[in-house]
């Protein structure tokens, strides 16, 4: 952002500079104009650099929120999928303590069904993490660039 207000600044100075002048002869004022157009090619050029660094700014500060937005979506569910482990592991528990005579079949069967419920959690639950994981270093590196003054010393 400094080095994008320090051309615009430069291209006033330059702009100020630019301004015809009275009394020149032939030879210098071809000269003048020459010079002149070389600097209206240069200010061009920084004024189309400026805008690709306001851009690619612009760009970098939502694909930033984006990141932030899907890290609150991946954590929810994250949590979601945490609570209810707990939950089936509490009913696991629960399910071990009674002790039904008459519905053993019943229990065997249910016993197996949360089972497979929980290994299913379990396995979709090592992906999350890991997408967390990634999600958050991809964080920090957006608050690095963020907070770099210059494109330097990033890397």
Excluded at 2 to 16: G, P, R, T, V, Y
Excluded at 19 to 40: A, F, I, W
């Amino acid at each position: 952002m400094n080095i994008a207000l320090a051309l615009l600044f430069i291209l006033q100075l330059h702009s100020i500079q630019l301004q015809p002048t009275s009394g020149v002869d032939g030879e210098k004022s071809s000269q003048v104009d020459s010079y002149n157009m070389k600097v209206r090619i240069m200010l061009k050029m920084i004024n189309l650099s400026c805008n690709n660094v306001f851009s690619e700014l612009k760009r970098t500060t939502n694909f930033q929120k984006n990141i932030q937005n899907s890290l609150k979506v991946v954590q929810q569910i994250k949590e979601s999928f945490t609570k209810f482990n707990v939950t089936l592991n509490k009913m696991l528990k629960e399910n071990r303590n009674i002790k039904l005579k008459k519905d053993s079949k019943e229990r065997e069967k249910l016993m197996i069904r949360m089972k497979k419920i929980k290994q299913n959690i379990t396995n979709a639950k090592n992906p999350f993490e890991k997408l967390v994981s990634m999600v958050l270093n991809i964080k920090l590196w957006m608050n690095r660039l963020k907070n770099e003054k210059t494109i330097d010393n990033i890397f």
